[in-house]
């Protein structure tokens, strides 16, 4: 049994999670630097007419904004990978385990769970949509040869609401940040009903999200799944802020 959580101190390079198919990575952070230089220009201005009102709301608008900034960026480049590890280390998995991630990206879950199986495998899917930076199974692939887990990782490319895989293949499989971008409560739905039939009996799955994740819990339970738990994964994974938090949806399939 391996009883270690994965490194969080990551070799590979895995990008930030983010909606870039409107506005690329590039000028959303153009657009924030410009709205924080503007806030703190304003600030000044107000502070050397003498407006303490107006300093007030533009210097605490700014703050406010700069923290958000922080949190965001800390959450997709650190805090992700430490309640991962954790989230992975405490699942204790033997090492030859079956594992699916579901909307794998760059890799972040995906080759942390790979670390944990010398004698398994780890398979990730995904449809390589401009949710995270440079977002395609190579930078997958360049990541697990960083990570030195490449001979036990398959990445895929398809669709998680129909998966590719035959019933009962999977101990585990993991999810983070994905069904949200799933068009509909129907299509998350379907892609609960996949992740179940690839599951073996006595399989376990964990899934984070930001939305729907009291639907999802409540939809495994009408499959029949045991131990259906849900819990807020805490402030190492605010989107930004308390009210953008993740949580984790984790249950077993019944032998
Ligand atoms: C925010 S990223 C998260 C990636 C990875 N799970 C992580 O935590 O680093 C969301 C991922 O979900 C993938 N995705 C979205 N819809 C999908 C679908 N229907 N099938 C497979 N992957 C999908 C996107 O391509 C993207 O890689």
Redesign the pocket.
């Known amino acids: 049994m391996t009883t270690h959580s994965p490194d969080v101190r990551r070799r590979g390079d895995?990008g930030v999670?983010?909606d870039f198919g409107v506005i690329s990575a590039r000028w959303q952070g153009v657009i924030l630097a410009v709205i924080v230089a503007a806030l703190i220009a304003l600030t000044v201005r107000y502070l050397v007419v003498g407006s303490l009102v107006g300093a007030l709301v533009t210097g605490s608008s700014t703050l406010g904004l700069v923290l958000f900034i922080g949190s965001y960026l800390y959450t997709t480049r650190v805090g992700?990978f430490e309640v991962w590890s954790r989230i992975l280390g405490d699942l204790r998995l033997r090492g030859d385990e079956q594992v699916l991630?579901?909307?794998?990206?760059?890799?972040?879950?995906l080759l942390m769970a790979a670390e944990l199986l010398p004698r398994g495998r780890a398979v990730g899917?995904?449809?390589?949509?401009a949710?995270?930076t440079g977002?395609t199974p190579a930078a997958t692939r360049r990541n697990a040869e960083r990570e030195g887990v490449a001979d036990r990782v398959e990445v895929e490319t398809?669709?998680?609401?129909r998966l590719p895989f035959a019933d009962n293949t999977f101990d585990l499989i993991i999810?983070?940040?994905?069904l949200h971008?799933?068009p509909s409560a129907a299509?998350r739905r379907a892609?609960l009903d996949e992740a179940v039939r690839v599951l073996r009996p006595g399989g376990r799955l964990a899934i984070a999200d930001l939305l729907s994740t009291d639907r999802y819990r409540a939809h495994l339970r009408e499959l029949g799944l045991t131990d259906v738990q849900r819990r807020n994964l805490g402030p190492r994974m605010w989107w930004g802020a308390p009210w953008f938090p993740t949580r984790l949806v984790t249950a077993t399939k019944k032998t």
């Not at 991630?101 to 879950?109: E, M, T, V, W, Y």
Request: glycine letters at 16%; aromatic letters at 6%; hydrophobic letters at 35%.
């Open positions: 895995y999670d983010g992700k991630d579901l909307g794998c990206g760059r890799g972040a879950l899917i995904d449809l390589w949509q949710d995270q977002n398809g669709d998680i609401t999810s983070n940040l994905v971008n799933l299509d892609a």
